[in-house]
């Protein structure tokens, strides 16, 4: 549930570097406490913990670069792992955790009690344990497949964008062909996923963007969406896979539609031939949800109809920007996903409410740029908000030399594609509702 603040996220110190060593000092001891009289072994203690939370990266064939599976591969590894997740760098949940919603539907983070027993393990010999108390092995989906086909079978449509051939080297490139989506009639999507074309490609593709571009004359008026465009079917970039719209909420597919896309594509030191693939799962025929939902980017940055977002760093600075977008009908918002580049540092969401008073919905204290984690939230702490909602996107860069990411903390820095220029906002999923609906939602408990 969200709750007040008596300050923005962007006003108070960075609480991973203030709080995070006592908070988990603390942790690890009432943890060690209950651990002192016995030892914690990999496969009781850990394993469980490594299955759940990190095995979908770690694991053979995924993108990590070690796998976590079995005692033996991930033995070596043990004080590095230890570090990772005391730091809260490892699983990448990002999110200060002091603040705003924290009930989701994809969370990975890991608890105090967790982190202490991963430290313990690691401090007292990474004992292997009993093989017998290993939880039997999990079952993932192999590279060729798709990850939702176990909850919806098989996609309905598989949209692939034409290749683009990829030297060995030279700067980044942005592929954007246009791919039309066979359709007869009108179809409601439930469910999206996108991939690179290969396991290769994933070191390659920076992120991939599928719009849809499709004529809608009957569409109804919503005034706060760009009614040039259906908008985005979804963003991919490492972190997120996959969307899932909530129970009777979709995107609606019109007859003649195409995928406009785009690929980021980086020079890997082999030339490859690339691209994209969109899996599309259809709510059945005739079955038509009751809301729609619209993926919109909310720019932290001042931004002039039709221009890109005034964006400047100066350098050897840290800089902070807010941009504001007011919400003229009633709607849930159905994640954050924070975007920037190699300077970001931080971005929250904040709700101003009609009545002036403010509600922290998300901040990500510890933006990472390799991971563009997508935080869903959990159905019963999607935030309902009211029409005139203002939201409030904060975003800080780091243009420092202690930002180890900096590529040159003496450049200036504007917006721009270039993963070494910048950009501030949230990929937000937003479901317009009638005001009635609005008022039924309060009523029912909805987080507002």
Known sequence: MMRDTPRSPSGRKNWAALVLGASLTLASSAAGAELTHKPVTFAKD?????????????????????????????????????????MRNMPPWHLDKTVGIQHFQNDMSLSDEQIATVARWADTGALPGDEKDTPPPKKWPVYDGWQLSGQFGSPDLVIKSEPYDMPAGGQDVWWRPLTAIPLSEPRWVRAVEIRPGSEAGRGMVH????????????????PDVNTASAGMLMEWAIGKNYDIYRENTGKLLLPGAHIWWELHLHAIGQALREHAELAIYLYPKGEEPKYRTYLKALHAARRIEGQIPLLDIPPHSVTQTQGFYVLKQAARLENFQPHMHLRGKSM????????????????????????????????????????????????QHDNTIANPNNPDPSQWVGWGDRTVDEMAHAWVNITYLPEEEYERLVAAGASE
């Open 348 to 395: 929250s969401m904040e709700a101003i409410l009609p009545d002036g008073s403010r509600r922290v919905l998300s901040s990500a204290d510890n933006f990472t740029f390799n991971w563009m984690t997508n935080y869903i939230y959990a159905d019963e702490s999607a935030p309902v908000l009211p029409a005139g909602t203002l939201l409030e996107i904060t975003a």
């Open 207 to 222: 992120h991939v963007l599928a719009r849809l571009q499709q004529e809608e004359p009957d569409r109804p008026a919503v």
């Open 46 to 86: 850990v394993a469980p913990i490594f299955q759940q939370k990190c095995q979908e990266c770690h694991r053979q064939g995924a993108m990590a670069p070690m796998s976590l599976v079995t005692y033996e591969e991930t033995r070596p590894w043990a004080q590095a792992i230890k570090e990772r997740v005391l």
